[in-house]
């Protein structure tokens, strides 16, 4: 099916109600992490790319501007470049601008200063100190030196007219600049990652001192505003939605019930790959505890037959994919027969990164992507979107979830796939091999909980891999398959280190799977990062 037939989601968020802190991104892999240190602040933000157009900007309330650090340097060829019409809309509204890294060197690049390659690349910690009789509100509440993290192999060597240097490093005489006049600032190190232990005070106090951004961006708020503008917008009409148990569907199937009650049908696909007993458990919470007016197909054998022979991981989601949608559209035909009446809106659990891929600066040579395929549900369903997480980053899904009233259990739960233990099982999945995994995976998840250690992971699961080793187990011998537990830290699931579990954790793990789970006789633990894993 070509790309055009699917239905689509927007790429801006249109949030035109709203004062916001605009951040424009110039490709750093560090842009996201300045979105969620406003958010922290209670400030709503949200991020453009830095090409945006002065006519997007100028329909906002926009109290301050961000300029994020990025990969080019602002002297070559190619480089990304603020556009004169937004300078002008800047100047015009008397916004105030921050500068990092690679915005701050943009700074001086468009107001007349000097940035060079530097003679010393500086990555990693470094100890920032302020220039003498230094009082800007920048650092208000801030050490006369503190740590910060650089990452950049440019420098400034020259000041624009009008800014006055504020704070320096032994290797670089301008790392902070200001020019009052112009109620601009910038800032050679990364206030925004957790390696600057100070960083969010300079954030917010340019968010909030010097710009005076409201800290209005509060989740209970956000739930009733979301409530109140679905009534408006949906009125008497229905939504269909799918919803896994994950706290991204978890939180929208909840908050669209409290809006139109039983005219959200939610449905659940059951693959035969989910956790143990989890449609049941899912069935449970989300119509007794939440009043989720929830359906299950049961579409095991289905799935599973599909997936015999299956190996390659990328064939099996494009098999679960294509047939989850197929049983997908059979049920909301069969919910529409009964109603005697078509539904009218899609509910989509879209969140805040998946609309920052699609608008956030990609650099000279790469096409920026316009739109995502919404879970490859064809145009033909002909159903409008609604997406009340689009907003949000995962925490304050999380954050809305408590808001909301849902237990805290599910709030937390880890990430899970859509094509489920199947790409945990390496090599073909079949109903033995996935209630081995099932049973496994189920025994590291309670032991996580036991230890008090699942709340301090990102992602916690087990994989049977297509090895199966000797083992003796009594007065026999075994030759059973291998598994391997992957529990990581993370923040963003882009990036990841393995998790120190400790020895008597994994000794506990490994001796119950052995011993209860008929199929696995070794247990293994992944400690390799992502990436390159």
Known sequence: MDSKEYLKQSSCLSNYDRSQVAILDFGSQYSHLIARRVRELHVYCELYSCLVKAEELSKHEIVAVILSGGPSSVYDKDAPHVSPEVWKLIE?????????????????????????????????KSYVRRVEGCNSTLFEGLPQDFQMWMSHGDKLTKTPEGFKPVGATDNAEFVAIENLEKKMWGLQFHPEVTHSPKGKDILKNFCVTIAGAKQDWVMTDYAQEFIESVKAKVGDGHVIGAVSGGVDSTVAAVLMTRAIGDRFHAVMVDNGCLRKDEAKNV????????????RCVDAADRFLDLLKGVTDPEQKRKIIGT????????????????????????LQGTLYPDVIESISYKGPSATIKTHHNVGGLPATMKLKLIEPLRELFKDEVRELGMALGIDETSVWRHPFPGPGLAIRILGEVNRERVKILQEADAIVIEELYKSGHYRKIGQAFVVLLPVQSVGVMGDGRTYEWVASVRCVETTDYMTADFYHLPYDVMGTMSSRVINEVRGINRLCYDISSKPPA
């Open 92 to 124: 015009e509204r008397q916004i105030p601008v921050l500068g990092i890294c690679y915005g701050m060197q943009e700074l001086a690049h468009v107001f007349g200063g000097t940035v060079a390659a530097g003679l010393k690349h500086e990555y990693g």
């Open 283 to 294: 069935l449970k919470r989300m119509r007794e505890d939440c009043g989720v007016n929830l």
């Open 323 to 346: 047939t989850f949608i197929e049983v997908f559209q059979e049920e909301a035909q069969k919910i529409e027969q009964q109603m005697g009446k078509p539904c009218d809106y899609l």
